[in-house]
């Protein structure tokens, strides 16, 4: 693995996610996860983040998709308040949503409008 690919993963993952969320998260990275934790900073956010052909919007609207048709809602509020660090739209939430709908089904696409609910609530754009 290239050795500078935590340094640019621990950007990418700040600059999405926030970098109180990121610092507290490796801060409490104990000897039973702190290896997880570099690695998939390196490997998820180095390797794939850190690569320029897509940009950091579509990027996150691209999880938003995956992790909702997943039902990963713990990770899906984590990326949807991500996603609009990166950019995007509340609207673009929401028709991202509508495709999970069609593609995963109606209480999928619930779980989603709740949590974008809340995340969006919070970031004063409901």
């Not at 509020?77 to 991202?96: D, F, P, Q, T, W």
Request: aromatic content about 8%; charged content about 25%.
């Amino acid at each position: 693995m290239k050795p500078d690919l935590f340094e640019k993963g621990l950007a990418k993952r700040k600059a999405t996610l926030g970098a109180e969320y990121v610092e507290n998260n490796l801060a409490n990275a104990d000897d039973f996860t702190r290896e997880f934790q570099e690695t998939m900073t390196a490997w998820a956010w180095g390797f794939g983040w850190g690569d320029e052909t897509i940009d950091m919007k579509t990027r996150s609207m691209m999880n938003l998709a995956m992790i909702g048709a997943l039902g990963k809602m713990h990770e899906w509020e984590l990326h949807c308040r991500g996603a609009l660090n990166n950019g995007v739209s509340k609207e673009e939430i929401r028709a991202i949503i509508h495709v999970i709908a069609i593609y995963c089904g109606v209480p999928q696409s619930l779980e989603c409008f709740r949590v974008a609910r809340k995340v969006l609530t919070e970031a004063g754009q409901l």
